[in-house]
């Protein structure tokens, strides 16, 4: 037996990928808390920006919403939400987006709003855009991180919901979306990253004791492979502590 | 003579000011959502209603699923950290109790329509948008290229509520209004409103300045009612916390039409119409099942 699950290898694989980074805006859910364990392990000093209006936010749990009052009351600033996405996020100024999403593509394009379930039935609802648009069009980079399978990995996307690398090369230059799109794509299977010639995800890592069979069958596409493929390092001990602590905190607030 | 003073019931206030038809924003992004006075409208039956939010959260589900509300405008639908809003789900996949028409954007595009709304400007403009899916689905997203440099850049319509409906710490008795912590895009959905209803968790003799406080004027409020709790299960800061409970126990009372109509019935035993007996629920078939169907 592994002592340690998929997910927290996604996770803590996550937290890793912020280790330069020095301002990261924050979407719920995986995204969060990859962040929050890289402010506890490998960047302490990460700025983390919840679209609700905190910069520099330092919660001590996990959030629920991105609009808990812990985020308000640990940041640096509180700004109104129009402030955030037009003074912070659209001009430039935030290093790293972090997004999960419903469905992506080879090209890291991204779908939160509907679900095609096939002629003669309605289209399944997904929550929708929120702030991902323009995080995934703004930010200088873009991580993601989800959970590998072929609902989530799909060859064509039913909606385009955010833009990662369009069709291919040049797209975001064409499409005039100045940061540099998604750079990694983390699972619970490995990671992926876009080929530097076709920009295309090709999967570069894999997780401890995961085979490249596992993640193509997990991938509704033709999954290329890089020409050498590394393997993340274990989590640490003091990774492992980290998430956990956090997970327990989060759930003692459900009680 | 004294000017007639702003302070008024919640009952009062919504019976005045909301009706059937108004398109009606209630904001607050996750803190000071004004549920009291969207519970006040189910309590009253106000029908039609447009309603206008970037996050419908549970406040919106809650009057979706009460059968008063035509049309959604917002930008991202899910209950924060939980999963679905199955009520705003079912009348959008499935038109119960009624069809939703929806018009859909990303949350730079909502701030931006409010912002354009509270400045007298016919439309907003931003980098977004290009490469979705979404300007496809709506009529309120465009282009417009810049006189200056020649980029082409996004263009959004400019929202005007007939009434905007916040939540706040504080107001004084002349109708003041302070709210601080997390304050969203009140001031901008508040401004781009022709009437603007504030309740409060308490009204105070003198405004103390706040860190970060956004004040509106009595003379850009409409109308205010003092509310305390009035954004139960989301929470006002100074005054309580999130009830993140409540918001996980949604989860299984929405997710299920008998479930939604029982907890209905329960909170609102005096309501003017039940779920589904509009007058106008079968009138139109909404925007969003034609674009589906001919995609």
Not at chain 2, 17 to 37: C, K, Q, R, S, W
């Given at each position: 037996?592994?002592?340690?699950?998929?997910?927290?290898?996604?996770?803590?694989?996550?937290?890793?990928?912020?280790?330069?980074?020095?301002?990261?805006?924050?979407?719920?859910?995986?995204?969060?808390a990859?962040?929050?364990?890289?402010?506890?392990?490998?960047?302490?000093?990460?700025?983390?920006?919840?679209?609700?209006?905190?910069?520099g936010?330092?919660?001590?749990?996990?959030?629920?919403?991105?609009?808990?009052?812990?985020?308000?009351?640990?940041?640096?600033?509180?700004?109104?939400?129009?402030?955030?996405?037009?003074?912070?996020?659209?001009?430039?100024?935030?290093?790293?987006?972090?997004?999960?999403?419903?469905?992506?593509?080879?090209?890291?394009?991204?779908?939160?709003?509907?679900?095609?379930?096939?002629?003669?039935?309605?289209?399944?609802?997904?929550?929708?855009?929120?702030?991902?648009?323009?995080?995934?069009?703004?930010?200088?980079?873009?991580?993601?991180?989800?959970?590998?399978?072929?609902?989530?990995?799909?060859d064509?996307?039913?909606?385009?919901?955010?833009?990662?690398?369009?069709?291919?090369p040049?797209?975001?230059?064409?499409?005039?979306?100045?940061?540099?799109g998604?750079?990694?794509?983390?699972?619970?299977?490995?990671?992926?990253?876009?080929?530097?010639?076709?920009?295309?995800?090709?999967?570069?890592?894999?997780?401890?004791?995961?085979?490249?069979?596992?993640?193509?069958?997990?991938?509704?596409?033709?999954?290329?492979?890089?020409?050498?493929?590394?393997?993340?390092?274990?989590?640490?001990?003091?990774e492992?502590?980290a998430?956990?602590?956090?997970?327990?905190?989060?759930?003692?607030?459900?009680? | 003579?004294?000017?007639?003073?702003?302070?008024?019931?919640?009952?009062?206030?919504?019976?005045d000011?909301?009706?059937?038809?108004?398109?009606?924003?209630?904001?607050?992004?996750?803190?000071?959502?004004?549920?009291?006075?969207?519970?006040?409208?189910?309590?009253?039956?106000?029908?039609?209603?447009?309603?206008?939010r970037?996050?419908?959260?549970?406040?919106?589900?809650?009057?979706?699923?009460?059968?008063?509300?035509?049309?959604?405008?917002?930008?991202?639908?899910?209950?924060?950290?939980?999963?679905?809003?199955?009520?705003?789900?079912?009348?959008?996949?499935?038109?119960?109790?009624?069809?939703?028409?929806?018009?859909?954007?990303?949350?730079?595009?909502?701030?931006?329509?409010?912002?354009?709304?509270?400045?007298?400007?016919?439309?907003?403009?931003?980098?977004?948008?290009?490469?979705?899916?979404?300007?496809?689905?709506?009529?309120?997203?465009?282009?417009?290229?810049?006189?200056?440099?020649?980029?082409?850049?996004?263009?959004?319509?400019?929202?005007?509520?007939?009434?905007?409906?916040?939540?706040?710490?504080?107001?004084?008795r002349?109708?003041?209004?302070?709210?601080?912590?997390?304050?969203?895009?009140?001031?901008?959905?508040?401004?781009?409103?022709?009437?603007?209803?504030?309740?409060?968790?308490?009204?105070?003799?003198?405004?103390?300045?706040?860190?970060?406080?956004?004040?509106?004027?009595?003379?850009?409020?409409?109308?205010?009612?003092?509310?305390?709790?009035?954004?139960?299960?989301?929470?006002?800061?100074?005054?309580?916390?999130?009830?993140?409970?409540?918001?996980?126990?949604?989860?299984?009372?929405?997710?299920?039409?008998?479930a939604?109509?029982?907890?209905?019935?329960?909170?609102?035993?005096?309501?003017?119409?039940?779920?589904?007996?509009?007058?106008?629920?079968?009138?139109?078939?909404?925007?969003?099942?034609?674009?589906?169907?001919?995609?």
């Open positions: 037996m592994s002592e340690w699950t998929n997910d927290e290898l996604m996770t803590v694989n996550a937290a890793r990928a912020l280790s330069t980074a020095r301002t990261c805006f924050v979407g719920i859910g995986l995204p969060s990859a962040a929050n364990l890289a402010r506890r392990t490998v960047r302490p000093d990460l700025v983390l920006i919840y679209e609700s209006g905190a910069l936010a330092k919660p001590t749990r996990l959030p629920l919403s991105i609009g808990d009052g812990e985020l308000a009351e640990t940041a640096d600033a509180v700004v109104s939400v129009p402030e955030m996405f037009n003074y912070w996020l659209q001009a430039g100024r935030i290093d790293v987006g972090f997004l999960g999403a419903a469905q992506l593509d080879r090209y890291a394009n991204i779908n939160t709003t509907v679900i095609d379930r096939g002629p003669g039935r309605p289209e399944g609802r997904l929550p929708g855009a929120g702030g991902a648009p323009e995080i995934a069009a703004n930010c200088r980079e873009v991580l993601m991180v989800l959970r590998h399978s072929t609902r989530g990995f799909v064509r996307l039913d909606f385009v919901t955010s833009v990662g690398h369009g069709a291919g040049g797209d975001r230059e064409r499409l005039g979306l100045r940061g540099r998604p750079t990694a794509v983390i699972t619970d299977l490995g990671i992926l990253r876009p080929d530097p010639d076709t920009a295309e995800l090709v999967l570069t890592d894999l997780h401890p004791g995961v085979t490249v069979e596992q993640v193509r069958a997990a991938t509704g596409w033709p999954l290329k492979t890089a020409a050498t493929i590394g393997t993340t390092a274990p989590p640490t001990g003091a492992l502590d998430l956990r602590a956090l997970k327990a905190a989060e759930a003692q607030t459900s009680i | 003579m004294p000017a007639p003073t702003k302070i008024r019931s919640l009952p009062d206030a919504v019976a000011l909301i009706h059937d038809g108004d398109t009606v924003a209630m904001e607050g992004f996750t803190h000071l959502i004004p549920f009291a006075a969207a519970h006040e409208l189910i309590r009253q039956g106000t029908t039609d209603l447009t309603l206008v970037m996050t419908p959260d549970v406040i919106y589900d809650q009057l979706i699923g009460a059968g008063l509300v035509r049309k959604l405008v917002f930008s991202w639908g899910g209950n924060p950290g939980v999963g679905s809003l199955h009520r705003f789900r079912d009348a959008i996949e499935n038109g119960w109790p009624r069809p939703l028409e929806v018009d859909e954007h990303s949350h730079a595009g909502m701030a931006n329509r409010y912002v354009a709304g509270a400045s007298g400007l016919p439309f907003a403009v931003l980098r977004g948008y290009q490469g979705t899916d979404l300007a496809r689905r709506t009529t309120t997203v465009s282009t417009v290229t810049c006189p200056f440099t020649g980029e082409v850049l996004a263009a959004v319509a400019a929202l005007n509520p007939d009434v905007t409906v916040i939540h706040a710490q504080q107001a004084d002349d109708g003041n209004v302070q709210l601080w912590g997390l304050t969203g895009v009140q001031k901008e959905a508040a401004l781009a409103a022709r009437q603007v209803l504030v309740t409060v968790e308490e009204i105070v003799e003198r405004l103390e300045p706040h860190p970060g406080g956004v004040v509106l004027p009595a003379w850009a409020v409409t109308a205010v009612a003092e509310v305390p709790g009035g954004a139960h299960p989301s929470y006002a800061a100074g005054y309580s916390v999130r009830d993140n409970d409540f918001y996980r126990g949604w989860d299984a009372i929405s997710r299920d039409r008998e939604f109509s029982a907890w209905l019935g329960e909170h609102f035993p005096t309501r003017k119409r039940q779920p589904g007996s509009s007058a106008s629920a079968s009138a139109s078939t909404s925007a969003s099942v034609e674009e589906a169907s001919a995609r």
